[in-house]
């Protein structure tokens, strides 16, 4: 496989023939403490897409806590399943989850992981019987459990500010469209129900969105509608890769603000964004509330009461970030990315 560069500070590569699994780690930076991100476990079309999303959702982590500002650098592990998970035995599982147990001991602190797509609480309260490296136990273990919900509420303070940048009062009557509802995207939406939002849900899966239909009084659109579809918010909650270019040339929106990590499938996107006026909060701004959760409660001891009011503050490091775009004439991505950069260079 011929590896293009990346600004990183190491990839991990390994293969099991057992399994049939390929585990990637990126570590991207560790410039302001030890590296963080979670594992993404799903299948890819090769071990390239693999190793390339690994990096990138990296890169994406080092962004996500210099702005959050938490002592952590960036890393992602991925990992390449031979078949969807529900297809596979739970021997194989467990077998999956020990190598990635070793590889990460090899990395002996360097990085440490956390859940994301395709794991969940469960399978790090395995991972922390084999390894220390590990954030995310369920509570019954002795861990902070999902980071679902504190994700949901940051990206609900991003809705927020995007709302109040495109010049509405609020959220109360607007349409509020959420595409992916898991363990981010549900507690999105009952935030947003909440508020008085005119709710449209999609999922891949009927189910979840016949649950949530029932619980929130949501209309139900097809996948493929969720770039068509007239609507004043957009909130992306399932895999990235949503918005290029092209889609962002006729998005029928006023706001985009979701928890997908690598939302635009192209850097000119956000700038066709910027063009069309469509108010855009950077993914790794909007969803950093799993990551204060997940290093507020387990490296730095803060309570549950301080990891939302952080959380809650995205909304204002957001508003910045809106201004900051506007008085310069850049995308929010790069206005957000600036602010990165101060924290990573120590300049304030
Ligand atoms: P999840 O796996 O619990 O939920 C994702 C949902 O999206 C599922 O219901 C799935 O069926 C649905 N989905 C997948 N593809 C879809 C498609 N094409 N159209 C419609 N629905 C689709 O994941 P999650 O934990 O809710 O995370 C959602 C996104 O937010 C991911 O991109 C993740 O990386 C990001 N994120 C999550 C957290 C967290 O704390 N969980 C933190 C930061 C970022
Ligand atoms: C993410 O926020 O994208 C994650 O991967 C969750 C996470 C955050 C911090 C440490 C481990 C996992």
Known sequence: MALPEWDG??????YDRGTGAWFVIGV??????????????????SPGDAVADARRLAGAMTLKMAVAGLPMGGGKSVIALPAPRAELGEATWRRILEIHA??????????????????CSADMDVLAGLTPHVFGRSVAAGGPGSSGPMTALGVFAAIRA??????FDGVDGLRVLVQGLGAVGADVARLAADAGA?????????????????????EVVGTGAVTTRECDVLVPCATGGLITAEVAETLPI????????????DPYAAEVLRR????????FVANAGGAIHLVGREVLGWSADAVADRTRAIGDTLTGVFADARTHGTTTVTAAQDLAARTLTGEH
């Open 28 to 45: 991207h930076s560790t410039r302001l403490g030890p590296a963080s991100g979670g594992t993404r476990a799903m299948v890819y079309p």
């Open 162 to 167: 995007g709302v109040a940048e495109a010049g």
């Open 198 to 218: 005119k709710l449209i849900v999609t999922d891949v899966d009927p189910a979840r969105c016949a649950a949530v239909a029932d619980e929130l009084g949501a």
């Open 9 to 14: 500070e190491l990839t991990s590569v390994r």
């Open 102 to 119: 070793a590889n990460l001991e090899l990395l002996g602190g360097n990085y440490t992981t956390g859940p994301d797509v395709g794991t």
């Open 254 to 265: 006023a706001v985009v603000a979701g928890a997908a990590n690598n939302l635009l499938a």
């Open 276 to 283: 069309r006026g469509i108010v855009h909060a950077p993914d």
